[in-house]
């Protein structure tokens, strides 16, 4: 067994949240097919908000199969996805057994008699402006949507209660714009049916689940399915094409939490896709429906591409190591190659959505962005929403609504957006082939492995600056309105 050591930066360290403290790592070949990383994690390993020190970390390199464990009583499991652009239909036949050591117990062999299943995941929406204030709620009390600092945990689901209280009315109006509810349950569930029959098409019969982080159909409804199905192999597939701790990360927290749980679970192969922008069906998807749009323009040339990504606070990503940022980013660099392959140049940029709380978020803004564009006599703007791939009240109220009359007024004479990719063929076809190269490298989670080291002692002081001024300012604001509430001056941080 051959083995060789290089630098982190080389590696696809891309979806390990922690990657700032990963030293370096090997890569040995088995059998001249299985690759494995072992990943030296030294000085502070940060794991949601948890400090872990001198642990050593093992993960699937490029095959994206094997899983191994850590010594002592951490262990973590991650599949990371390999990057794909030029490899499409590239599966591993055989998924592996881990024992509780970590090591490879015994292949499980792909089997006709198999009941495979496919869990989508998303975020949810409320379907009525009755459902907002409780759905806000969840949302808040999400601790990998509000990150509070260990100490101040026990503040998750009095301050959720606050927000969402406070910001129902300001999201109530976007939803009531929107026809008085978020079409993403009906999207998700169309894709689904879609995905069920190309999976069918390409001769795989599975069972096609959704499960939703913050609304109905929970996520935790979706998994009681799957079990009373007696799936025996699962691929769980979130449709965010970027890895964020805030989205991806939430529901894969939520299904860990799960395996650590429940018998059948801990034993059920699952294998997670955390993230696919990189795959060349979405990349080609995304290229066409640009290209067609483009060519409405009278002048498509003189187009700007204005790529349009939901934001997240800076802190995730610098503090608490969120790839979503260096994804999204590669992401556009994958897109604008290919347009440039189809002799598409246009100028383009990339702006950050949605603002909550007293907090920075990921710059620059799309609403800045507009505005400097218009003072730059840019004068036609075709914008792409990239964090999804359906409509939600982001692409139908923010940007079709406020930031298209934002850009009028800023003397942006042309404007059009790129619809959500949704039941678009190709890019499902391509979701499909995702799914039946992962099958195979479905693995049972090993039950120490979580993404939680449990009784780890130390609280990490990352972000507290930012997470104890959210609450500051929290604190501040209540006081200020009990106090000022005839006044009409203050201006409450998250209705902005
Ligand atoms: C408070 C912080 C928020 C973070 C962090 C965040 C990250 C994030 N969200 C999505 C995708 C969606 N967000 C949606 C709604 C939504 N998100 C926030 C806040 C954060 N999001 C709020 C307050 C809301 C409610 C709507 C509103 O009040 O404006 C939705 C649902 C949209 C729908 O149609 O219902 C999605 C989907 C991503 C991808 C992301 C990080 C990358
Ligand atoms: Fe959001």
Redesign the pocket.
């Known amino acids: 067994m051959e083995a060789v050591n290089f630098p982190v930066s080389q590696t696809r360290l891309l979806n390990v949240w922690n990657q700032r403290s990963v030293s370096s790592f090997s890569l040995s070949q088995v059998n001249g097919r299985i690759s494995i990383c072992y990943a030296k994690v030294n000085i502070k390993f940060l794991d949601n908000g948890r400090q872990v020190t001198d642990r050593l970390l093992v993960f699937s390199a490029p095959s994206n199969i094997v899983c191994d464990v850590s010594k002592g009583n951490f262990a973590k499991t991650l599949h990371m996805p390999s990057k794909r652009h030029n490899l499409p239909g590239r599966t591993n036949r055989s998924a592996k057994r881990l024992g509780r050591d970590g090591r490879i117990l015994s292949a499980v062999p792909s089997s006709a008699q198999e009941n495979a299943g496919v869990l989508l995941l998303?975020?949810g929406?409320?379907e009525t402006l009755s459902d907002v204030q409780p759905f806000?709620f969840n949302?808040?009390a999400d601790p990998d949507?509000?990150r509070l600092p260990r100490l101040f945990q026990f503040l998750q689901q009095p301050l959720a209660q606050l927000i969402s209280v406070s910001?129902a009315p300001?999201?109530k109006k976007?939803y009531a714009a929107i026809g008085g509810g978020?079409?993403?349950r009906k999207i998700i569930e169309d894709q689904a049916r879609a995905l069920k029959l190309a999976l069918k098409d390409k001769d795989l019969d599975a069972n096609v689940y959704v499960g939703m982080r913050h609304w109905h159909p929970f996520t935790e409804d979706a998994l009681n399915q799957i079990k009373k199905d007696k799936i025996t192999k699962l691929v769980v597939l979130p449709l965010?094409p970027q890895f964020?701790i805030?989205?991806s990360g939430s529901s894969i927290r939520v299904i860990h939490n799960i395996i650590r749980e429940d018998a059948y679970f801990a034993r059920l192969p699952i294998s997670i896709i955390e993230s696919w922008y990189h795959r060349e069906g979405y990349i080609k998807s995304m290229a066409d429906s640009i290209e067609k749009k483009l060519q409405r323009f009278s002048k498509p040339e003189e187009v700007m591409i204005f790529f349009s990504a939901?934001g997240?606070?800076l802190s995730?990503v610098e503090d608490a190591g969120d790839p979503?940022r260096d994804q999204m980013e590669d992401c556009i660099s994958l897109i604008t190659a290919e347009l440039k392959s189809r002799g598409i140049n246009n100028e383009h940029t990339l702006a950050y959505q949605?603002r909550?709380?007293p907090v920075q978020w990921l710059k620059p803004y799309t609403d800045e962005v507009i505005v400097e564009l218009g003072k730059q006599a840019v004068k036609s703007l075709l914008v792409v929403p990239v964090?999804?791939v359906s409509e939600?009240?982001?692409t139908l109220e923010e940007i079709d609504m406020e930031y298209k009359n934002l850009a009028l007024e800023s003397g942006i004479e042309h404007w059009d957006r790129v619809p959500a990719l949704c039941c678009n063929p190709k890019f499902i076809s391509d979701l499909a082939d995702a799914v039946i190269e992962a099958l195979p490298s479905a693995l049972i989670s090993n039950r120490n492995s979580s993404m939680e080291a449990e009784g780890d002692p130390d609280p990490v002081p990352y972000a507290i600056i930012s997470q104890f001024s959210l609450i500051f300012a929290f604190l501040l604001f209540l006081s200020l309105r009990v106090s000022l509430h005839s006044r009409n001056f203050l201006k409450p941080w998250f209705l902005v």
């Open positions: 998303n975020l929406g409320p806000l949302l808040f949507i509000i910001r300001k999201s976007g978020s079409p993403l965010y964020s805030s989205t939901h997240v606070p995730n979503y949605r909550v709380g964090s999804f939600h009240i982001e």
